[in-house]
């Protein structure tokens, strides 16, 4: 009678996850992943035989790949073809070769916080903030986890319980919810808005001033820029309020910029006229995420000093691979800093490369053609500045190349622009011509089966 019941129940006889699993066909199994995880892989197994249909004979290889699949690397090293350099989803800045080789160094046991000749303890900060300070030309560096946590620090150690000024033009959403109102909130410090959208003057700020002032902050609208009937106070009129009133000037620059590049503030002028300025590691300076804060000593040293920054301190890793990007731009070697030569690389650098690009692939059968295009910086910075750029425009069906190339090993992010699937050659690291090209053989055939 039972039997019967079961079987009206289950259209094909499934076994019991129970019995399965001390089948000495799964012991192998149960000794490497252990038994928890493989009572679960079966029963996914059987859930999905029980919908699909499935064969008795395959099963135990079905739930070993389960097994497996859970476990592979999620992280996995993609070609960036798309021409943004600072692409967020692909993790902003890669690294040169010297801070990935840092990298290693403090993997193992490092003098992190130890002072090898006096054999006393050490700071970990003060591995870079020479290297800053002298790179800047500030009076004081520090560094923490992110430019997020950078604004929060210095919001919550200079401003806590007081009231800071910010212009209604300037209160920024970066990517993922960091939102300068929210981050004002988190720190204690009461958010003074002036001014309007698209107009804010120097007056505004004045005028906002009260013995519960702590500062007036400057945000760079990094992602986004605002035209036609504008007006906004310039770095210096700001200082001067500030020094007049005897209040603090905070800015959070962003990006970075150590040199000039489309209508992207200077981290000079910054330090020129405040007296805290922050920004990420990972942006226009091209190396880990990092929040970097230059300024006046001391400003500088009561955010080091305080409980917070414990709480959001630079990992060991990071430091290295930061150490080594300043040490490289310090030494006339930023050449080697990849975001740098993306940057830098002319529109004839671009086009050899892809024109060559274009040739090997012919020689594979697969059809390409090179168009005029442009690159973009990306990663929240210079929204209207478009680098000039040479495509590599793939023949066939853009949206099923892109897919094919994108589930590839490795996989390649390529861009569709009118209709066609293109590898911007800016954005791909030297020495990963020959992969990209075998990616793109594979994908191109995989469509033609
Ligand atoms: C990018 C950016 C941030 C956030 O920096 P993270 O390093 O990503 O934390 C904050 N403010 C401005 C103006 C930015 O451009």
């Known amino acids: 009678m039972r039997r019967v019941r079961d079987r009206a129940v289950r259209p094909v006889s499934l076994p019991g996850?129970?019995?399965?699993?001390?089948e000495p066909a799964y012991a192998e199994l149960v000794k490497e992943h252990g038994r928890p995880r493989v009572v679960e892989a079966i029963r996914a197994q059987i859930a999905h035989e029980r919908q699909n249909g499935?064969?008795?004979s395959s099963r135990r290889e079905a739930i070993e790949a389960r097994l497996r699949a859970d476990v592979a690397p999620r992280l996995r090293r993609v070609i960036n073809a798309s021409g943004v350099i600072l692409h967020t989803n692909l993790g902003r800045a890669p690294l040169s070769k010297t801070a990935v080789d840092a990298l290693a160094v403090a993997a193992g046991y490092s003098n992190l916080e130890l002072d090898l000749e006096s054999g006393k303890r050490g700071e970990r900060a003060t591995l870079v903030s020479g290297l800053l300070t002298a790179l800047f030309g500030s009076a004081s560096a520090l560094v923490?986890?992110?430019?997020?946590?950078?604004v929060l620090l210095a919001l919550t150690a200079l401003c806590k319980g007081k009231e800071v000024i910010v212009?209604?033009?300037?209160?920024?959403e970066i990517g993922g919810a960091f939102r300068m109102p929210d981050v004002m909130r988190l720190s204690g410090a009461r958010m003074v808005e002036v001014g309007t959208t698209n107009r804010t003057r120097?007056?505004?700020y004045e005028e906002a001033i009260t013995p519960k002032t702590a500062a007036l902050l400057r945000v760079h609208t990094s992602n986004f820029r605002v035209t036609g009937f504008t007006e906004s106070a310039s770095l210096s009129e700001l200082a001067e309020i500030a020094r007049r009133?005897?209040?603090?000037?905070l800015d959070d620059l962003g990006s970075g910029a150590g040199e000039p590049i489309g209508d992207e503030p200077t981290v000079a002028e910054s330090i020129a006229h405040c007296d805290v300025v922050t920004f990420s590691g990972d942006k226009l300076l091209g190396g880990p995420q990092a929040g970097i804060v230059l300024g006046r000593n001391e400003p500088v040293r009561k955010m080091s000093r305080h409980a917070l920054a414990r709480a959001v301190r630079i990992d060991k890793l990071t430091l290295?691979?930061?150490?080594?990007?300043?040490?490289q731009r310090l030494t006339g070697h930023a050449q080697e800093i990849p975001v740098e030569r993306m940057l830098r690389a002319s529109v004839d650098d671009v086009r050899r490369r892809a024109a060559m690009w274009s040739v090997k692939l012919a020689e594979r059968g697969v059809e390409t053609e090179l168009v005029e295009g442009s690159s973009a910086v990306g990663g929240g910075s210079l929204p209207e500045h478009a680098l000039p750029t040479v495509l590599l425009a793939i023949r066939g069906p853009a949206s099923k190349l892109a897919t094919a190339l994108r589930v590839g090993e490795p996989p390649v992010i390529a861009r569709i622009e009118t209709d066609r699937c293109c590898l911007d050659a800016r954005t791909v690291l030297r020495g990963e011509d020959e992969t990209l090209l075998d990616a793109v053989e594979a994908a191109a055939s995989s469509l033609r089966r």
């Open 17 to 22: 996850v129970g019995a399965l699993v001390n």
């Open 54 to 56: 499935g064969d008795e």
């Open 144 to 150: 923490v986890n992110n430019n997020a946590a950078a």
């Open 167 to 172: 212009s209604r033009g300037q209160l920024v």
């Open 202 to 204: 120097a007056a505004d």
């Open 245 to 249: 009133h005897g209040v603090l000037l």
């Open 320 to 327: 290295a691979a930061l150490e080594a990007t300043l040490r």
